[in-house]
């Protein structure tokens, strides 16, 4: 099953315009990262925010983390038409062995328009 | 550093056939991950392998199974293969590590896939 739940499924945008995707998580988490994939290829690590971060910045990405209400977003500013891609977050927590067991979420996918 | 490679990338089976798909990580990384991906289901984890010891599994049946070897390239078969396997089939490295609590970051790297068709 789905730990992550991506708000919304799809988004279209106009090139330069921002663009924000929203990740809600059900269970405690030790830290969310969020990925990207490209159509039909391989994810691509973008960012990691730990659970006691509220914010954190990398470029033109701006990620957020809510733990009272499990819900992390992704910004990404001054969008470009290779921003299109299928973006996931990913909950990380760790299992009885301390290491981590990862869940990604059902994606969210965004075009964006030259 | 070379990333993380999936041999083959395309794969056409028929029903009730076994694939072997391959998964070489990224030299120093113990962990290997396998997820399957469909429009469906979303991407859906399978199992991983550390230091060639099965350390987590998803709820798949038994017909997908895995293994690593010593040089931490790792394998994934399916036997008896049903029209609703094909997918994109990805897997991601990692260093596996453990402990250090809620430091512990352990990033994984994805592999381009493997496209398994069933016809």
């Known amino acids: 099953s789905q730990q992550g739940e991506e708000d919304p499924q799809a988004l279209s945008i106009q090139e330069g315009e921002n663009a924000t995707m929203n990740c809600s998580y059900k269970?405690?988490?030790?830290?969310l990262q969020w990925y990207r994939q490209n159509s039909g290829r391989g994810l691509v690590h973008l960012i990691l925010?730990?659970?006691?971060?509220r914010e954190k910045h990398s470029g033109r990405l701006r990620v957020t983390l809510d733990t009272s209400k499990k819900s992390s977003s992704l910004l990404i500013t001054a969008s470009r038409a290779a921003d299109t891609a299928s973006y996931f977050c990913?909950?990380?927590?760790?299992?009885?062995?301390?290491?981590?067991?990862?869940?990604f979420g059902t994606g969210t996918k965004l075009q964006v328009i030259p | 550093k070379a990333g993380v490679t999936q041999t083959p990338r395309y794969l056409i089976k028929t029903r009730g056939q076994q694939v072997t798909l391959s998964c070489s990580p990224i030299?120093?990384?113990?962990?290997v991950s396998w997820y399957q991906q469909t429009p469906g289901q979303g991407l859906q984890f399978l199992f991983e392998y550390f230091s060639e010891t099965q350390r987590n599994k998803g709820n798949f049946p038994g017909r997908f199974s895995g293994r690593q070897f010593s040089n931490s390239r790792s394998e994934m078969n399916v036997s008896t293969l049903e029209l609703g396997d094909s997918a994109l089939y990805l897997c991601?490295?990692?260093?596996?590590?453990?402990?250090?609590?809620?430091?512990?970051?352990?990033?994984?790297?994805f592999g381009p896939g493997t496209r398994l068709t069933v016809l």
């Open positions: 030299s120093g990384h113990r962990s």
């Open positions: 991601a490295s990692s260093k596996g590590l453990a402990g250090g609590g809620f430091f512990l970051t352990d990033t994984q790297y």
């Open positions: 925010i730990r659970s006691n971060e």
């Open positions: 990913a909950t990380a927590d760790l299992n009885s062995g301390g290491y981590q067991k990862v869940t």
């Open positions: 269970t405690s988490i030790n830290n």
